[in-house]
């Protein structure tokens, strides 16, 4: 059976409606073009830490005015 699905957070989610039974052995095949945009190592590092609700550009540009006020 092949399943599609896509990657959240580092873990595999499969589309909507598939259901496999708790400790069910999967094999999961990356597609070749994936390595066309590889995020480099310092940026997947930080991944996860900052919060999702956090604007950055938002609080990128009050950190620049408040060093500069």
């Given at each position: 059976m092949i399943v599609r699905g896509h990657a959240s957070n580092g873990v595999i989610v499969l589309e909507e409606g598939v259901c496999l039974p708790?400790?069910?052995?999967?094999?999961?095949?990356v597609p070749e073009?994936?390595?066309?945009?590889?995020?480099?190592?310092?940026?997947?590092?930080?991944?996860?830490?900052?919060p999702?609700?956090?604007?950055?550009?938002?609080?990128?540009?009050?950190e620049i005015l408040a060093k500069h006020a």
């Amino acid at each position: 059976m092949i399943v599609r699905g896509h990657a959240s957070n580092g873990v595999i989610v499969l589309e909507e409606g598939v259901c496999l039974p708790e400790g069910t052995t999967v094999s999961v095949e990356v597609p070749e073009d994936y390595s066309k945009h590889p995020i480099h190592p310092e940026v997947r590092r930080m991944m996860g830490v900052l919060p999702a609700e956090l604007d950055v550009e938002e609080a990128f540009v009050s950190e620049i005015l408040a060093k500069h006020a």
